[in-house]
């Protein structure tokens, strides 16, 4: 199956480059219907002029962001020498806190399909 995702340039390059391996995002609804096996194909946002295909190695579902960041290595979401705040900080810019409480946060591992 094939899942669709935006994702900011940024971010973008890193999976392409093959540093960012894992993927951040609230286990909601639309998420968990990704499995192992699966393909998301990410869209570069906001100029949308461009797309490319991970492979779903691994989903791991926590509680809150904070408890993922405290289980994850930094360098695996390519934030190596983040401080936990700023990793915290960067999170809740895209996610509200409200929204971390209803849902929990869903760590997808993926690997750069070229």
């Known amino acids: 199956m094939i899942h669709q ?7 973008f390059q890193s999976i392409k480059e ?3 391996k ?3 995002r609230l ?8 499995k192992v096996g699966d393909t998301i ?5 906001p100029e949308q002029d461009e797309t490319l295909q991970a492979q779903v190695v691994n989903l791991k579902i926590y509680d809150s962001f904070q408890a993922m960041y405290e289980d994850i290595p930094f360098q695996d979401f390519d934030c190596e020498g983040w401080t936990m705040q700023e990793m ?4 809740y810019e895209i996610y509200t806190p409200e ?3 209803n849902w ?3 760590a997808i591992a993926i690997k750069y399909k070229d």
């Open 5 to 11: 995702m935006g994702l900011y340039g940024e971010y």
């Open 18 to 20: 093959g540093k960012k």
């Open 22 to 24: 894992i993927e951040v």
């Open 27 to 34: 286990n909601d609804e639309k998420r968990r219907k990704i």
């Open 41 to 45: 194909e990410f869209t570069r946002v």
């Open 88 to 91: 915290m900080d960067g999170t």
């Open 99 to 101: 929204q971390e409480k």
């Open 104 to 106: 929990g946060a869903l």
